[in-house]
């Protein structure tokens, strides 16, 4: 009999920790004792009223489910923070709330301002994210993102692209379209210029007038100084992994014409197998194990999560530096070349004076590329990826077609440049400004559109129809002999 | 031992429960008890074997899961049902399955007909779905949505256009090709036009011989003179709040090149959180609560839905008269205006005397459109309707950038529109058809694809890359500016 | 007491059970017993380590989970394999694993080669999974796609469009260029050219030196001369039925501009109904039961999926042969035309001479099409599949406007057609090459990108905003117009 109880005990003991855990599940996160600061309490206090849907997004929030604590002590390819202590002022034991990350550096912070007794920064900004994700900052803040904004408007040869293409008539575009354009990517300028005042459900209250926000581009100058904007990828307050590693968050930016990654990645087997199977992966997992969870590649996979073998072995390192695992840069620019060696590419000049990595004859501005060793090594790295699938043989066939499409691709733009100078030279078009005139203009969309969108399609191996017909091969073709058109038109009508 | 055995009991009891939930579970929907009448019982009979799929369609919805007299006892928020008290012919004591539906108002329905005995609608149109959704036929009713058929082909400026695009050569465009084309959308006319016998598994049968039918869109008209087909979102026969909710469904007809919508809505950073974690988020709670069941807009949450706060507080109210939250109108016209007062918007008449709300100099039909005190309430409601996610200051900051995007893109229609009178003028083009030469279709382009477009990606604070290059100002520029040579050129070569 | 402690065990019983589902559950796939053969475990043993990913892949894979001896006792309709009893060298209590496939047929395979003491095959052809599959590569190919590498490039017609579009300047396209545009898609000739040395993490190996490799196009020429890529749709190692049904894969091929199969399903009703419900559906099950498995179509039910009612009968039989449900042509060549008796159709030749199924003025090459009555035979099966959810009247009613618009569409390129004949007899245009002239261009567009897009747009029921504007209606008019203009423009500046 006393057997017999301690086995109904058992049994007992083992339905119970089964309610217990249906019980877990059936309830949501709201119910789960949090341990917040005084602070972001009185946040929550008003704005689980005001602005419930934050609130609710950052409760379900890894932020508000985790003690930085125990965040700490992961095993270092677990964890997601990378500071090895944490600052004073960040009590480990209690979770990170609204008033933990808008508190942070107010000193630096000219959106700093007094709200209901506490000092708060309108913008989190990547160094004050950065406080926990130290080398995320660093990595980020070192990359072409970082700069997305200086190296479009403060490079005069791409500024005048951005003016030629957005303004109503003869007059400069407005700060207003600009931010809903080009700047909606690259980011804005956000500065502080002065106080207002607004009116709230709780009266009126004074606020920092910013400039140009909101605004969540990669490159958005911040009002301490900072570049960059986390919620471009981790969209505010739920600071989602998930929602950055899966392809939508890159294909806001990413996009056909000028950009079509996402638009191949769609049409590509891997793009397919996403699609397919993307419910049954796991997006939150730190490491990521390849062939766990997850089967195919998605941008983040490629380009910068932190990858394990299901054995636990790495194969890709974590990097917030997007262009650190690429050895040749496909768009953007008129011919291919290797990677710039730093993320603020205003600072380059070619040989013409200019400030682009290669000239108009393709010559490259060497001292600003990466040298060939390193374009190897980063080959050999993603390489490495591919190859938790696919054999050495196929990998190297897939390559040598992608650098056989960079050779012909540039080929194309060069026969299209040479037109161009052609009709600067015969006075067919004015070079002064190199945007605004028809054929001008044709050359713009065979590098910026044509060759880039067959370059994507070559490097995913996939969408052949995007390289055949889409925005490929078909437009590249009819594009040149539009151009070639115009001058033999040109001579004609002079004869 | 008497313990012992309750608590026995008890645990039999637990696993008896979970047990039952299993089944439950593991059953499909149609192992439920429905109480059906038997007129329903005997058109299942047979079309559970000739049309099995739809039968299926109806046993997972909510019609066949609900008694009436449950429904209607819901409490005011919770309400799908909008009637304070049935018809005597419907029993609330029994689901409500295809003859409830399809016998409904029969002595307006001239597609009436006998079938196996009973007098069967072949289309369900609003007016009988109104018999329970009484509030939701009057608003669509009332909508643009309801008219769309109508405005489009009595107003003859919009009928011009129709047929100046889907004709072949000179001849007017066929029925067929005017139901696929435009008509898709905005609904074809139904109308009985005789009886005729078609050839069935079960012998030849006659049926209502209807004009342009099958169609869902959403102005048809109905044999019953009723306007609209909840079908356009609601597919037959799940009935789907769900699908109807989802951006899906808006897709059908709000899309690129001339109502990107959803184009827009994808690359924005609400849709890329929707497609990333839409699978987690509830389509078929009523009422829809901000923060659990979704956790970014759709386009129902903006536009029609009845969504309340976690804590049960309405933030917007239901409505199925789909502009009703909206102040400007930003598409299918040439220039953005306030938003008609009326549906039937082809009773509207400008200072020039055309079927517009707005003349080719801006100048509005103010009668018609509803005034500024109106316009600016709509907005504080959507305004708050964000708020529940962003400040005051963000939300502000967004609508002045989106004024400004419909000042600058009207001025750049008004450039173009200038332009063409002045070919009109010069004879370059021939005014009668202003829609059928080269000049006029670069026009239509400005308006109805690249201001349009531009416009969207600015409301949906998102889409940066559409609005510069794919549909926005790369090409709202380029196409002025090829207008404009076309007047140069014609003036060159008369000289 | 007896009783008690017999409940007593039934209970423990029970619960033993519900432990042992979870346990089930809770493990992953690789926990479970599987009977390897030796040599798939010795493959296994490196390519855990070398590519861990296709070795999960295969895991989770029905290969990896099913005793060939149970798949083959299966009921009819729940049959994945079509032998009646497999060949010697299988045996049917291990499962398939990668010996299994990659050591078939090696004395046809070109591609064998000794790799670690084995004889292996780098590519497993149809062939080889006709080993068990036999009636799906019988289907295979016969069927268009298993010639669509053949009916490309050995059509002189065709190839003259291929090389047109993709060379640089007046040389011929590259190997490598043609393979990531068309041959993508239609497949490439993979040779064994030698043998070469590489170099592994094991030391350098010797493999097969394959041309035109990595490919999977459908219409691919393996080295055992076999047609074909089964895993152009069943990915490469998990066999998926479930990525195979979904139109993610259809959509790698089938998409727009010139075969907008898939842009056009997105747009549609039933695309709209897949993409909202779609998680909810069984993709992998065998036979598909409509309204149970699935609510709306897909591609994969229409065109070659076993269907089966809820009931179990049989609505239409699985074919791999894709065309053959098919009546008409409606895609790829200059006017629709009935479906080629044989997937070869290089073979057809029609009055004029040329390699094609209709000649410039509409006149069929019937010997070589099906005739009228397996026309209105397959029409009538794809109607009675439609039926399972719509009526009879709806039905003739969609397929009247499709007849229609076939009608109208061939009717808007044959006008355009004439105007290049009339280009072509006024020299304004040379015959020679038929598609490198502007306005050559023009008309290919004419009938690849417009008039196609149309009937897709037709065909299924939906994208009436397509077949408007975006590659519709707008665009076959104005095309049209403009080729006009160009005889009109030449005949003028003549006088």
Not at 1 to 7: E, T
Request: a positive charge; hydrophobic letters at 35%.
């Amino acid at each position: 009999m006393k057997n017999f109880k301690k086995g109904f005990k058992m049994l007992a003991f083992l339905l119970f920790i089964n309610f217990l855990l249906f019980l877990n599940k059936a309830l949501n996160s709201e119910e789960k004792i949090l341990k917040i600061t005084p602070e972001t309490q009185q946040c929550i206090g008003c704005h689980s009223i005001y602005t419930p849907g934050i609130v609710k997004d950052w409760k379900e929030s890894l932020h508000a489910r985790t003690f930085p604590s125990v965040a700490i002590k992961k095993s270092p390819l677990e964890r997601r923070i990378s500071v090895e202590r944490f600052p004073d002022f960040i009590n480990p034991e209690y979770v990170i709330g609204c008033f933990e990350c808008h508190s942070l550096n107010s000193q630096l912070h000219k959106d700093n301002f007094d709200h209901m007794g506490f000092k708060i920064n309108i913008i989190v900004s990547p160094k004050d994210c950065g406080v926990c994700h130290s080398k995320e900052f660093k990595e980020y803040s070192e990359s072409k993102k970082a700069y997305a904004l200086k190296i479009l408007l403060e490079n005069p040869v791409y500024n005048k692209l951005v003016e030629t293409i957005t303004n109503i008539s003869t007059l400069l575009p407005s700060n207003s379209t600009l931010h809903e354009t080009c700047l909606g990517c690259h980011g804005t300028r956000v500065q502080v210029k002065g106080f207002k005042k607004i009116k709230t459900p709780i009266g009126e209250i004074e606020i920092p007038d910013l400039t140009n926000w909101p605004n969540h581009g990669v490159g958005r100058e911040n009002p301490d100084n900072t570049l960059g904007s986390c919620s471009s990828c981790h969209p505010r307050h739920s600071f989602s992994i998930e929602i950055a590693r899966k392809p939508y968050t890159c294909a806001q930016c990413h996009l056909d014409p000028d950009v079509p990654a996402w638009n191949v990645y769609k049409e590509s087997k891997h793009g397919n197998i996403y699609f397919s199977k993307e419910k049954e992966w796991k997006f939150d997992s730190v490491p990521w194990v390849l062939g766990e969870d997850f089967k195919a590649p998605t941008c983040a996979v490629c380009h910068n999560s932190l990858i394990v073998s299901p054995d636990g072995e790495v194969i890709a390192e974590r990097t917030h530096n997007f262009g650190e695992r690429l050895w040749v840069r496909i768009f953007g620019l008129i011919y291919s070349h290797p990677q710039p060696k730093k993320g603020d590419t205003s600072l380059i000049k070619n040989k013409e004076g200019l400030p682009l990595p290669i000239t108009f004859n393709k010559e490259l501005a060497k001292e600003y590329l990466i040298e060939e060793s390193e374009q190897q090594k980063r080959l050999d790295q993603m390489k490495n990826l591919c190859n938790n699938c696919h054999s050495k043989d196929y990998i190297n066939g897939h390559f040598s077609k992608f650098e056989n499409t960079i050779k012909e691709t540039d080929e194309m733009v060069f026969q299209a440049t040479q037109v161009l100078v052609n009709a600067w030279n015969k006075k067919i078009a004015n070079k002064e400004n190199p945007f605004d005139e028809y054929i001008e203009q044709l050359w713009i969309k065979q590098w910026l559109f044509y060759a880039n969108s067959i370059r994507y399609a070559s490097a995913m191996t996939g969408a052949p129809d995007y390289a055949t017909f889409k925005l490929g091969w078909w437009e590249l073709k009819h594009n040149l002999e539009n151009m070639k058109k115009i001058i033999k038109l040109h001579s004609k009508n002079k004869n």
